[in-house]
């Protein structure tokens, strides 16, 4: 009920607290008479399935296609063997760790250990089915009863939410508000989406509608202008916004020596419709892979394999509580507590607090874990070795004979059929040789030639041309992880090719320095201070020591990859990039 229907204290429609007719304070939503009437309601419920074996994956045939409530217990072989059994035992243990199947289905009811009588729920709902003479009826119905007094009742054409409980719709619209579009949204925004969950008794699909066309959210003039316009991005979100926007990757040649993802496949390209093996030069021949070496050889789902944005399979580890000084502050379904990585109503201390606003994500944003989190996103968009997963391969270990400590990824290397599995790998573009073969990294090499389209060898570094491009590189990083907020907000003034007085103008800006007579005459170009952000970086790469335009092809290659990374790891740590608006 706290967390995730009608929270603690009664809403509005709008999401303002109701008051109490007989105190004036806020009402709160339930008592502890109420949570041991809920109790009451879950009683009876256990394991559907009894997994008493590793199984498939999921029921994918039988009788129990399609069906996780279907009673047959037919697994004895042939066709309709899906190694999963009905659960007869309301006392059945959790089983083994690693093939625990009946955590993937839904419980089931039984009746006998249900407590049978009336339940008076929080906000006055009386569940009474006592009527139903079969007990594991009776239960479901308690059940789906109270589901839908505290959640609604999708699709029925039948079911009005004002017979549900009235702090649903504003709760549930404000959590998902908050974590999607922003922080703090207004009481006239929060009662649209409250209202679209209301319509149509609590259907998420048009909520979700409603939150992300929202006028409030979608006008341009309001992202900056409007302080409580959108939220502080998760540290995770925002280093999987950089990961996912340059996992794809186009040399033109159909052949690629880096990529951000780890190279072991989820699926056989002959069972399955998915992106073929990478062609990657350290695999020696995709065609020695042997089948066991796909996920969907065990009877995993085709198409759950072709989700996947690349023929891939690795586990990140923890990426919170490292030692040293890199950490992402989480990792995922590794929150400190039921209330997720950070309360909803946190506020820092400051003009935040003081303006009585909130934002949750900011919790985690401490002096220490935000120096932290810019590192972690550093060896991913400027290291070229990467970051390490946990591959296919497993643990090396030793040689057969227990007197040499095999090198890193030695397993997969054989796997994959690596003639040489004992040597370690050099990442393209880079000089030193690691043990990161299944490492996931940014294609450097390959977006620092591609991501715009450079002007020919011999090109001046001195030269308008030689500046264009570094703003064409600016604007295209800027497209992708920036959403082209960066140059929207920021024009580059014409003369910082020429380093001229009026670039060192922010036009935006009446003058920074009081002392002045410019300053805040009304005059934005006689103020000759400051350079805006993309200014300052366009100048900054164009003024650097990088030529991709040198007639050494290395020394170009290397040109391009250096002013690629640094631009990146540069503007992952703008305002524009870690707020979402």
């Known amino acids: 009920m706290q967390l995730f229907s009608i929270g603690l204290l009664t809403l509005w429609r709008d999401g303002t607290l109701k008051l109490s007719a007989d105190t004036g304070l806020p009402e709160p939503t339930y008592t502890n008479a109420d949570i041991t009437e809920f109790a009451r309601v879950l009683t009876g ?78 906000g006055g709902k009386v569940i009474n089915n006592t009527g139903t003479g079969n007990l594991d009826a009776r239960g479901r119905n308690d059940v789906e009863d109270a589901v839908t007094w505290f959640a609604g009742q999708p699709g029925s054409d039948s079911f009005d939410m004002s017979t549900a409980h009235q702090s649903t719709p ?24 409250a209202d679209a969950f209301a319509a149509d008794g609590g259907n998420l699909r048009d909520t979700i509608k409603a939150i992300l066309l929202d006028y409030e959210v979608r006008e341009l003039s309001l992202a900056d202008s409007d302080t409580t316009t959108g939220l502080k991005k998760p540290p ?45 030069a ?8 042997p089948a066991d070496a796909y996920l969907n050889t065990f009877g995993y789902p085709t198409a759950q394999a072709a989700n996947f944005t690349m023929n891939c399979v690795f586990l990140f580890g ?12 989480m990792s995922p379904f590794r929150q400190d507590t039921v209330f997720n990585f950070y309360l909803p109503g946190y506020s820092p201390g400051g003009p935040v607090a003081d303006s009585g606003l909130v934002s949750p994500e900011l919790q985690l944003a401490t002096e220490t874990s935000v120096i932290k989190n810019i590192n972690y996103h550093r060896i991913l968009d400027v290291g070229t070795n990467g970051i390490g997963v946990n591959d296919l391969g497993g643990n090396p270990g030793q040689n057969a004979a227990g007197t040499e400590n095999k090198p890193a990824n030695y397993n997969a290397r054989l796997l ?51 500046f264009d491009d570094i703003v064409a590189l600016v604007d295209e990083i800027d497209r992708r992880i920036l959403d082209g907020r960066f140059a929207a ?25 009081e002392t002045k007579s410019t300053t805040n005459d009304g005059n934005l170009t006689n103020d000759k ?17 990088y030529n991709p335009y040198s007639t050494n092809p290395t020394g170009a290659q290397n040109a391009k990859r250096d002013l690629f990374r640094y631009a990146l790891e540069l503007m992952t740590g703008f305002p524009e990039f870690l707020v979402h608006k």
Do not use: C
């Open 489 to 513: 907000k920021y024009d580059i003034d014409p003369g910082l090719r020429t380093n001229a007085d009026t670039a060192n103008e922010d036009g935006a800006v009446d003058g920074i320095n």
């Open 236 to 280: 995770l979100d925002s280093f999987m916004k950089l990961y996912r926007n340059f996992s794809q990757r186009d040399t033109g040649g159909g052949v690629f020596t880096e990529t951000a993802f780890s190279q072991y496949p989820i699926a056989d390209p002959a069972l399955a419709g998915v992106d073929a093996i990478p062609a990657n």
């Open 170 to 193: 504003a709760f549930i619209a404000e959590r998902l508000i908050q974590r999607l579009t922003k922080s703090n949204p207004s009481s006239a925004y929060l009662y649209r989406v």
């Open 318 to 329: 923890n990426t919170d509580g490292l030692t040293g000084t890199i950490d992402l502050s």
């Open 45 to 122: 419920q256990s394991f559907s399935r009894n997994a008493g074996d590793r199984g498939d994956w999921g029921v994918v045939s039988g009788f129990d296609q399609g069906n996780p409530f279907d009673t047959n217990n037919n697994n004895a072989g042939g066709a309709d063997n899906d190694g999963l059994l009905w659960n007869t035992n309301f006392n059945l243990g959790e089983g083994n760790k690693y093939y625990s199947h009946q955590f993937n289905y839904p419980m089931r009811m039984f009746g006998a250990n249900h407590d049978p009588g009336v339940k008076t729920l929080a």
């Open 529 to 545: 201070e400051l350079r805006n952000p993309r200014e300052l970086l366009v100048k900054g790469l164009y003024d650097s020591i």
């Open 416 to 466: 994959y059929g690596d003639s040489t599995p004992d040597d370690a790998f050099t990442p393209a573009g880079s000089t030193t040789t690691v043990g990161t073969y299944d490492n996931v990294r940014i294609a450097l090499v390959e977006w620092g030639e591609n991501i715009v389209t450079w002007a020919p060898v011999g090109t001046g570094v001195n030269t308008t041309t030689a």
């Open 282 to 289: 350290q695999f020696v021949n995709a065609t020695t892979v």
